[in-house]
């Protein structure tokens, strides 16, 4: 049985979608849990409220991840008010889609910066906080389109397979001082980020997932609070996939 009581998560883009279900399944194993969000304050307070009632502390924390003097500004506010970060999901995502003969220069500026400066700059905010309390467990978000490519999405592709290239390198410097680094690759999962594509798109992909549905944001949590508690301590620089055998 996971136990993560006691401990402070920090899940960025933590207010809706895969990020509330990783935060509200860490709270539910008794972290105390720090929610980032960049604009709906009202989902990030409906989150907040949801995780408070399960009897644990909730903080949500207005932060553009892209920006490094706000991710700064928010460790240091976290670790002011709890003491310590035990725990950090990587999850703030984007997508700006399109092909890439018709790709604006800003649309790949944007998902680059948002979804792997952004995790350079938690990662370069929360080293120093973990390295001084010798121990800790970084999990980021990357995807199966990182490991695979899918046309339309040449930025996010880039994105998250940079995810994975940050994450084996970081495992790499930052063990021997106790902290693990880990990825999740998620597939198909049912969000409102994949509420977008449509019944029949939906369909088609069932039929390259070996398991034939698509995938639950919980599902994806599940293995996030595996690789946060004790039971993944000699796990480090993986990336798991979470598609239902999507990629193999």
Do not use: W
Not at 41 to 46: F, G, P, Q, T
Not at 146 to 162: E, F, P, T
Not at 167 to 188: M, Y
Not at 198 to 223: C, M, N, Q, T, W
């Amino acid at each position: 049985m996971i136990n993560l009581t006691g401990q402070v998560a920090v899940v960025t883009g933590g207010s809706r979608g895969i990020g509330k279900e990783i935060a509200k399944k860490l709270a539910s194993f008794g972290a105390d849990v720090v929610i980032n969000y960049t604009s709906k304050e009202d989902e990030a307070l409906k989150t907040k409220n949801e995780i408070e009632s399960m009897g644990v502390k909730c903080t949500s924390i207005k932060c553009d991840v892209s920006k490094f003097d706000e991710v700064n500004q928010m460790i240091d506010s976290v670790v002011s008010e709890f003491g310590k970060i035990d725990i950090l999901v990587n999850n703030a995502g984007i997508t700006k889609d399109g092909l890439l003969m018709r790709m604006k220069e800003e649309d790949f500026d944007s998902v680059i910066n948002v979804n792997l400066k952004g995790v350079f700059n938690c990662l370069k905010a929360i080293t120093p906080v973990m390295v001084k309390q010798k121990e800790g467990k970084i999990i980021n978000l990357s995807s199966v389109v990182g490991l695979v490519g899918n046309a339309g999405q040449v930025n996010y592709a880039a994105s998250k397979a940079g995810v994975i290239g940050m994450t084996k390198s970081l495992a790499k410097e930052i063990g021997s001082r106790g902290i693990t680094v880990n990825a999740v690759a998620p597939g198909f999962i049912e969000t409102d980020m994949t509420d977008v594509l449509g019944d029949r798109f939906k369909e088609e992909a069932k039929k390259s997932i070996p398991l034939k549905r698509l995938g639950k944001a919980e599902d994806v949590a599940e293995v996030v609070a595996f690789l946060a508690s004790d039971s993944a301590n000699y796990i480090t620089g993986q990336v798991i996939h979470v598609d239902g055998g999507m990629v193999m």
